[in-house]
């Protein structure tokens, strides 16, 4: 297998897990511990697979073909770590990143995190676990807002453990369920819609608040 086949085959995860399984064994955890650790940690990779990797890893430990715990800690420890290397780069290159042109940042991406955490704070680490490209932002924006270590930790660790164990826990439960198999992507995208659901309806109710203020 070439190097381009590999990188299909992780860009497109939730078809391919079960042939990466068969070919590396055990050492597809050391891949899916990448995967989550660039996508959180490194914003030029905010396109790789995150809910769905959880959700069909959760699935293929159902089948008895990964071990749940181990999964569970290993990607957990990932999101972790990520997130800290992210709010690390965020800290080093401080407000520089919104006037120098990075190219390996997404600056339209970065707006609209940046709006997105000034609107909802420090709770926007644990929300953005559940929103893709948000979620490889939100870290970064908040070491260059000058975010607490120690705050943002309780918010990262609480994000990470929320992520990774219902998404993976969910995928255990229905992830070989037919329906649910072939309809992955669209059921992902509703449990990103309904991880949003309480934002929208707390910005909609601080907004009828100013309104009736006036």
């Not at 070439?2 to 050492?27: C, E, N, P, R, S």
């Not at 990448?34 to 959760?58: K, M, N, R, W």
């Not at 042109?101 to 940046?114: E, M, Q, V």
């Not at 939100?138 to 000058?146: C, K």
């Amino acid at each position: 297998m070439d190097l381009m086949q590999f990188i299909d085959m992780i860009l497109h995860v939730d078809k391919t897990l079960g042939t990466l399984l068969a070919q590396y064994g055990t050492y597809v955890y050391i891949v899916l511990f990448a995967i989550v650790f660039s996508e959180t940690g490194l914003v030029l990779f905010f396109f790789l697979p995150g809910d769905t990797l959880l959700f069909i890893a959760g699935a293929f430990c159902a089948t008895g073909q990964m071990h749940f715990p181990l999964l569970m800690a290993l990607l957990i420890t990932a999101a972790v770590t990520g997130n800290t290397l992210n709010y690390a780069i965020g800290r080093a290159i401080g407000h520089r990143v919104f006037t120098h042109d990075y190219r390996w940042i997404n600056k339209s991406a970065l707006r609209r995190t940046h709006d997105f955490f000034e609107k909802h704070g420090g709770k926007t680490i644990i929300v953005a676990r559940f929103v893709p490209v948000v979620r490889s932002f939100a870290p970064l924006v908040a070491g260059v807002s000058d975010m607490t270590l120690a705050r943002f930790q309780l918010f990262n660790v609480t994000g990470a453990v929320l992520w990774v164990a219902s998404l993976v826990t969910a995928g255990y439960l229905f992830g070989n369920v037919p329906i649910v198999k072939e309809h992955l992507t669209e059921i992902v995208l509703v449990g990103i819609s309904a991880a949003m659901v309480p934002l929208a309806i707390g910005g909609l109710y601080k907004f009828g608040r100013r309104m009736l203020g006036r």
